[in-house]
C-alpha cells in the first residue's frame, strides 16, 4: 500500500536531520505533516514524540518518524501511545527488519549517533523503512501479543 502521509518530528539536536529527511520525503511525493521543532533551541522531546504518535495511533498518519540525540527517548515517549510499535534503528539492517517482522509504523533515529555514517545512508536507511513491507505470518502472531494499548499523560504541557 503507498504511503500518503508521514508525521515527523525532532527536538533540537534532530532538527537539522530531521530538515534532510523532510526533503527527501517530499522529494518521494510524500505528504509530509512537519510537528516540529525547527529550531536549535532546547525542546523537550516528549512533547513531539506525542504528537507525532498521536497522529499515526489515529490513523491521520500512515507512519512516523522521530529523532532526538540518542533516539531512546523519542522511542519510549511514542510506544507510550496506542497501536504505536516505534523501533529505534542505527542502520539499513535494523530499519528493514523492524518493518518485515515487527512492523514498525514509527522510526526512531538517533541525530548523534548517525553523523558517521556516508553521504546518503541515512537517507538509504529511512528509504528503506519506507518502502519495506510486513511479511505478516509467523510474525503477526508475534506482533499481535504486543498491547495495543497503554497509558499516555492526559494533559501535556
Not at 522531546?45 to 495511533?57: K, L
Not at 510506544?79 to 529505534?88: D, E, G, S, T, V
Not at 515487527?102 to 538509504?124: F, S, T, W
Request: charged share 25%.
Amino acid at each position: 500500500m503507498p504511503l500518503r502521509e508521514i508525521a515527523i518530528g525532532a527536538d533540537h539536536r534532530g532538527v537539522t536531520l530531521k530538515q534532510q529527511i523532510v526533503e527527501q520525503l517530499r522529494g518521494a511525493e510524500i505528504t509530509v505533516d512537519d510537528c516540529g521543532t525547527n529550531s536549535s533551541e532546547s525542546c523537550d522531546y516528549p512533547d513531539v514524540a506525542h504528537q507525532v504518535a498521536d497522529r499515526v495511533s489515529d490513523g491521520s498518519a500512515d507512519r512516523g518518524i522521530l529523532i532526538c540525540g540518542s533516539g531512546i527517548g523519542m522511542s519510549m515517549a511514542a510506544n507510550k501511545h496506542p497501536a504505536i510499535r516505534a523501533a529505534l534503528c542505527h542502520d539499513r539492517q535494523a530499519a528493514e527488519m523492524s518493518r518485515r517482522h515487527n512492523d514498525a509504523n514509527v522510526l526512531c533515529l538517533a541525530a548523534d549517533r548517525l553523523d558517521h555514517l556516508p553521504d546518503g545512508d541515512v537517507h538509504d536507511l529511512v528509504d528503506v523503512w519506507l518502502k519495506t513491507e510486513f511479511e505478516g505470518g509467523r510474525h503477526q502472531r508475534r506482533v499481535d501479543k504486543i498491547p495495543l494499548t497503554a497509558a499516555v499523560p492526559s494533559q501535556r504541557q
